[in-house]
């Protein structure tokens, strides 16, 4: 390859992946980077990596106007297993209370919360004052999110219903199009239901419903 010929090569290479590749800007810090958009590399069914707000955007866009899984598994008849709680005093105040261990509050939220933040998502668990001794306030009052995005200088904060939004988030994330809440709650398995069902709440949690 004569050097004319090589210049032309990288020219036309490089003008090719300009056609596909997005440029956003990092404001947090007081710094900036460029940010390569993988909206159009990562289709409905593949990972999210590192994303924007605006990307996260499209891609739920992309979920709720696609076509739910044809394969799912059917309902299953099974009873519920109800959490296990104590009635114990705490230590704390002197009140009889009925708690959750403490322990088991707080795995139950870091896990699915754990798998978000390994596809680079700058993301951490707000929790709610409770008891340091028997854990009391964990269950009663809500856990909050706290998201920070490459593309804007404000972080976002949401409320969670309970540790099932984070494990749609992060099915989110991983390519999945489908999720069985009775697996994630230790109630049973089976009943699977398109993710696409709950883009609306995916919006609200990723804190892009604006």
């Not at 995005?149 to 972080?155: G, S």
């Not at 009775?182 to 604006?210: A, C, I, T, Y």
């Amino acid at each position: 390859m004569t050097e004319i010929e090589r210049r032309e090569f990288l020219k036309s290479t490089g003008a090719a992946l300009a056609g596909v590749a997005g440029v956003g800007v990092l404001t947090s810090a007081g710094c900036a980077r460029k940010h390569v958009s993988t909206v159009i590399q990562n289709p409905i069914g593949t990972k999210i990596q590192n994303p924007t707000r605006d990307e996260l955007a499209n891609r739920l866009q992309q979920l709720g106007e696609s076509k739910p899984p044809s394969n799912l598994k059917g309902a299953m008849c099974y009873a519920m297993l109800l959490p296990v709680t104590e009635k114990q005093p705490c230590p704390a105040c002197g009140r009889t209370m009925v708690v959750g261990r403490k322990d088991e509050i707080l795995h139950k939220y870091n896990i699915p919360l754990k798998r978000i933040q390994d596809r680079e998502v700058d993301a951490k668990l707000i929790i709610p004052e409770h008891c340091p001794e028997c854990g009391f306030g964990l269950q009663e009052e809500k856990f909050h999110l706290e998201i920070k995005y490459p593309d804007q200088r404000d972080a976002v904060r949401v409320k969670l219903d309970d540790a099932f939004d984070l494990e749609l988030m992060a099915l989110f994330l991983q390519g999945a199009d489908r999720f069985d809440k009775g697996r994630f709650m230790r109630w049973s398995g089976g009943h699977e239901q398109p993710l696409k069902d709950k883009v609306e709440r995916l919006r609200e949690l990723f804190g892009v419903n604006e």
